[in-house]
């Protein structure tokens, strides 16, 4: 009998393409992790006495605060929706998560411009009442004021996934609920909000990770926070050591969030409502108590989203003669570019990625993809700070034994390979999801069918997966261009020396009084953040 | 001469520590067709993809025409092994037309050629440049079928062929479909949870259950001399009676059966029976009767429940015409049984 004796199976191309990407992507979150263990640097004692402490409360009381009130206004928002009939209530749908479009540190200044003397609020009162205020009317800089800007911002999270999961859940539940004589309210407390625990903290958890990951909010504001530490550490005082420390600290405070996250869930899996949605009977209310609810939205949406967009299109329309100039453009291809090669990289790497797990149907290589997407959940000034270390001692490796050059270079650090390098780290998890969400759609099936038809593993994906997962791929690219545009304590550290985005360039100048001309940069962010939240709306539907 | 053998085969899930297939062995000769009957769990569809190289097992031999493709840990790519597979939901390439499916696994030379001659073959004549999605269930799998036999593959495997067809179609296509495998002559093996779909289409059954195999044989043996209580179930009800043995014959709790062969056994016996080797008459030589429990009707025929006092119940077919109006018990007699120890 011939032998056909081949490779063992468990081993092919594509694990070792994975594992290489992971590699990579793994490097800085896991040279942090070693930091933890190292000694911290010079000014450690300096910041441990005086610092450390605020750097604790603050960021534990941004949390919370946070917390609660995406949850306040969240989840009333998302049950509104999905259960009653209002005026508006279609639109109120999408309308309610285009505050993801504002990064939080625009909408920081933007409200300070609102509520500044030359500000819209004052300029009406003061024409309309005669009230005059010394200064803003009220001084938001502050970590209440933090809190509201950061909760205006990310609420939509907690909103959009507990919608998914109220408009999920059976109805006659409910329905069973009022039969046995608890009111609406009642039902609303005992047995829908309950149900939807896991996706509501799930939200929330989403919320509290951009928390930690703020820094134009805080810094605006003058809240000390561990982000706000790390910079200090890293820029003022020349001191990465103790910068690496610091962000080791604030991973911990992510992995913690992540635990409780994961507990409470128990052996769940969140995954979001697929599939046809059976039409959902919505509730008639009274008159008064539709105008209540429409005019609850409303005001929420206006105060979120309306009352900024419109000022800064004011701003726009008062200086962009001023600054829409060459550089300007500039400023958008170098934006653009570096945003549509990283998502164009990160799709790829989560093509390969993926694949190979769609070939070995092994656990391990499930949770070792896994890892690859955790940097979504980290800060990104400690991604930064991750990605230099060993970018740095690469450097240092290359001109002291491969160059010997007596004068110190920055042949990887500092550069926009750095840049994308970080961004990739940062954001894979955002190019991640949809293609698993295309490959699952499609099905193993097609895949093994083309194989048995003769077709090897990588002509089989050429032909067969990718055109299947079109759509995925280009919502993957468009997802991580948008995300990475609104970036910035991230591009601020690693950013070449003079090199700026439409983020730095906004955040610069409104931290240079010059609010009203950041403007425009700003405009542009939120534009294109706006186009695939209205897509990602029908997705998820 | 067998084109397909397995030796020893064994997977497990890496989860649980049950295996999902143990120790199976079997051997499929050419040009026959194979049904793989079971229960869902029952490791079938494991068993296909094992052939297909779709998933590989832990330890033993498999053999295509003559040469390895599995041995232990090591083994041939899917790509290579020239296996044909119809999936249960056909998997056609939803973005290519009827034709470029079926000439997908073709070498481009003849590739126009053949697939238009397989997909004649197959009673598909002019759908070539339509997309899946314009096709019936029932044309799609007939463009499945084609796609996989279009290479000429070693083997045929199906998973589950039947099961999206409603009744009335089901015959027909069972059928047609054996037809088809036929005219090719091409070996094949089907994946099935309904013993019709086996009894109607294969050659031979293999029956498993919780990963083992249990017997691999022509129909009527599996049906008349099945190894264990499990293959002779699957079948069709078997009836089980208790009886002492006299000289005369067999004494149960329904009355008593004349049998000069009883003599040879001693000790409590197992009367076992189907319902359609019985007769709700009275006959010389046994005197059984029950009570009526429930009578089922199935057009073709019916179903007679009768209880002993105990409440041991036995199920008899009779024909359609017969009636049971005011009648409390029956009796019947039964022309075939098969005797065992009872322990």
């Known amino acids: ?541 | 001469m067998s084109i397909l053998s397995l030796k020893q085969v064994n997977k497990k899930y890496s989860q649980e520590q049950e295996f999902a297939i143990k120790d199976v062995s079997f051997e499929v000769e050419e040009g026959e067709i194979l049904a793989l009957v079971g229960e869902s769990g029952s490791g079938k569809t494991t068993l296909l993809r094992l052939i297909a190289g779709l998933e590989h097992p832990d330890s033993g031999l498999i053999s295509l025409s003559g040469q390895i493709i599995v041995e232990g840990k090591k083994s041939v790519p899917a790509h290579e092994r020239q296996v044909g597979m119809v999936f249960q939901d056909y998997a056609l390439f939803p973005h290519l037309t009827i034709l470029e499916n079926v000439k997908f696994g073709l070498k481009k030379s003849h590739a126009e050629k053949k697939a238009k001659e397989t997909l004649k073959l197959v009673g598909l004549k002019e759908d070539y440049n339509k997309y899946p999605h314009q096709l019936s269930g029932g044309q799609q799998q007939r463009v499945a079928l084609a796609r996989a036999i279009a290479p000429n593959p070693k083997i045929l495997l199906m998973d589950e062929p039947f099961s999206n067809l409603d009744a009335l179609l089901k015959d027909q296509v069972r059928e047609e479909i054996r037809q088809i495998i036929k005219k090719t002559g091409i070996t094949a093996i089907f994946v099935t949870h309904d013993t019709k779909d086996a009894l109607s289409t294969a050659d031979r059954i293999a029956i498993l259950h919780k990963g083992y195999l249990q017997q691999i044989d022509i129909p009527k043996i599996l049906y008349e001399n099945p190894v264990n209580p499990y293959v002779a179930n699957f079948f069709g009800k078997r009836n089980e009676i208790t009886a002492i043995p006299s000289e005369e014959g067999y004494y149960t709790s329904f009355g008593f059966i004349t049998d000069p062969e009883a003599k040879n056994h001693t000790g409590k016996i197992k009367l076992l029976f189907r319902p359609e080797h019985g007769e709700v008459v009275q006959r010389d030589g046994q005197q059984l009767t029950g009570k009526i429990v429930k009578i089922s009707y199935f057009g073709s025929h019916q179903m007679v429940k009768l209880a002993d006092d105990e409440g041991t119940r036995v199920t008899i077919r009779t024909n359609p015409g017969r009636s049971f109006e005011g009648m409390e018990r029956a009796c019947f007699y039964l022309w075939k049984y098969d005797v065992e120890e009872a322990f």
């Open chain 1, 1 to 541: 009998m011939e032998v056909l004796k081949r490779n063992y199976y468990w081993w092919n191309k594509w694990t070792g393409y994975s594992l290489l990407i992971l590699l990579l992507v793994a490097t800085p979150l896991f040279t942090i992790f070693i930091k933890l263990f190292d000694s911290p640097g010079g000014s450690w004692s300096h910041i441990a006495n005086n610092l450390l402490f605020g750097y604790f409360q603050n960021t534990i009381l941004l949390l919370l605060g946070v917390a609660f009130f995406t949850f306040l206004l969240g989840v009333s928002t998302a049950w509104l929706v999905s259960n009653y009939e209002f005026p508006g209530r279609k639109y109120f749908e999408w309308l309610l998560i285009l505050p993801l479009g504002f990064p939080g540190y625009i909408m920081a200044y933007t409200y300070v411009g609102i509520l500044d003397y030359t500000g819209p609020l004052q300029v009406f009162l003061r024409n309309t009442f005669d009230i005059n205020f010394r200064g803003s009317v009220i001084d938001i800089m502050n970590l209440p004021g933090a809190i509201f800007i950061l909760s205006i911002t990310l609420f939509p999270y907690v909103f959009l996934i507990s919608r998914s999961s109220f408009v999920g859940q059976s109805k006659t539940l409910q329905e069973a609920s009022f039969l046995l004589g608890t009111n609406r309210l009642k039902t609303f407390f005992k047995v829908a909000l309950p149900m939807a625990r896991p996706a509501i903290v799930a939200g929330i958890a989403l919320a509290s990770m951009e928390v930690l990951n703020d820094y134009g909010t805080v810094k605006y504001f003058g809240v000390n926070t561990f982000t706000t530490g790390i910079f200090r550490a890293w820029f003022s005082l020349g001191d990465s050591s103790t910068a690496i420390y610091l962000a080791a600290i604030l991973m911990v405070f992510v992995f913690v969030i992540l635990y409780l996250e994961s507990i409470q869930r128990g052996q769940r899996q969140y995954s979001s409502v697929h599939g046809v949605q059976r039409p959902t009977a919505r509730l008639h209310p009274t008159l008064w108590k539709k105008l209540f609810y429409s005019g609850a939205c409303l005001f929420i949406f206006l105060l979120s989203f309306l009352f900024p967009f419109l000022q800064l299109i004011h701003w726009v329309s008062m200086t962009y003669s001023k600054v829409v100039n060459k550089d300007f453009f500039l400023l958008i291809y170098r934006s653009f570019g570096l945003a549509a090669i990283s998502g164009i990289i990160i799709v790829f790497f989560s093509v390969v990625l993926l694949y190979a797990l769609r070939l070995s149907p092994f656990k391990w290589v499930k949770n070792i993809t896994k890892i690859a997407t955790l940097g979504y959940a980290i800060p990104g000034a400690v991604i930064a700070v991750g990605v230099m270390i060993p970018f740095i001692g690469l450097d240092k490796w290359i001109y002291g034994t491969l160059i010997s050059s007596k004068t110190a270079g920055l042949f990887f650090s500092g550069t926009l390979f750095a840049l994308v390098f970080a961004y990739i780290v940062r954001f894979m998890a955002v190019g991640y999801n949809p293609v698993e969400a295309g490959f699952q759609k499609i099905g193993i099936h097609v895949n093994e069918a083309s194989r048995l038809l003769g077709t090897r593993s990588t002509k089989t994906l050429w032909k067969i997966d990718l055109p299947l997962i079109k759509t995925s791929l280009v919502s993957g690219i468009i997802l991580v261009f948008v995300d990475i545009l609104k970036e910035l304590p991230l591009t601020l550290i690693l950013r070449p020396f003079n090199y700026q985005t439409l983020a730095t360039k906004a955040f610069d100048m409104a931290t240079n009084e010059m609010i009203a001309e950041s403007a425009n940069a700003a405009l542009i962010i939120i534009l294109t953040g706006i186009i695939p939240i209205i897509f990602l709306n029908r997705l998820l539907k």
